[in-house]
């Protein structure tokens, strides 16, 4: 059975730094490529970044250059790494995995985990 | 960069068909993907690919897409389908997700 196990959130201040864990089993987690996807309270989805086939990365455009996805294959966990975080990044973080094998990026995720919580406050 | 365009509310009977488009710059070229997500859960995956389904997800549930317009169509609405729904595409210009504004069906 597929898992998907997020964790790592919690109340930061602005300009604070988190870093997200997901933890997965029940698949051969380096065939897969996986996402963060976020949803602020109220709102609706928002892809934030994709680990792909070759390890290639991609970012939102309002997490680039403040947000590193990894993954360590051995341990079957993606990370997110969040730097200099802003009141707008608060939501509730989601781990997906694509629903191919080897996907270069574009195919959808089929499985989520079921989020862990963000808030940045001061 | 590419939009999505969806319906925020969309309101069908119990045993009618629902509708919801999604709308896009030549969104018939790309491959688009549907979401439901219900209150206080992680979305679910309900027709990929314009078209194909995932396992488990039942028959009522299908997509097309046309020149700017996808749709996911649920025959024989049930109260439990009631849900926020997303479309999402591939932006392969900029190697973006994007996703709709998401469109919430409530059954009466």
């Known amino acids: 059975e597929v898992q998907l196990l997020e964790s790592g959130g919690t109340l930061v201040q602005p300009g604070g730094s988190l870093r997200l864990s997901c933890a997965a089993s029940?698949?051969?987690?380096?065939?897969?490529?996986m996402s963060w996807v976020r949803q602020a309270p109220g709102k609706g989805l928002e892809w934030v970044s994709t680990?792909?086939?070759?390890?290639?990365?991609y970012y939102a455009d309002s997490v680039r250059g403040r947000f590193t996805i990894s993954r360590d294959n051995s341990e079957t966990t993606l990370y997110l790494q969040m730097n200099s975080l802003r009141a707008d990044d608060t939501a509730v973080y989601y781990c997906?995995?694509?629903?191919?094998?080897?996907?270069?990026?574009?195919?959808?995720?089929?499985?989520w985990g079921q989020g862990t919580l963000v808030t940045i406050s001061s | 960069s590419y939009v999505l365009t969806q319906p925020p509310s969309v309101s069908v009977a119990p045993g009618q068909t629902a509708r919801i488009t999604c709308g896009g710059n030549s969104i018939g070229s790309k491959n688009v993907h549907w979401y439901q997500q219900k209150p206080g859960q992680a979305p679910v995956l309900v027709v990929y690919d314009n078209s194909d389904r995932p396992s488990g997800i039942p028959e009522r549930f299908s997509g097309s897409n046309s020149g700017n317009t996808a749709t996911l169509t649920i025959n024989r609405v049930e109260a439990g389908d009631e849900a926020d729904y997303y479309c999402?595409?591939?932006?392969?210009?900029?190697?973006?997700?994007?996703f709709g504004g998401g469109t919430k069906l409530t059954v009466l």
């Open positions: 029940g698949f051969t987690f380096r065939s897969y490529a």
């Open positions: 999402q595409v591939w932006d392969s210009s900029i190697n973006h997700w994007v």
């Open positions: 680990i792909a086939r070759g390890d290639r990365t």
């Open positions: 997906a995995r694509d629903i191919k094998v080897n996907c270069a990026g574009d195919c959808p995720p089929d499985y």
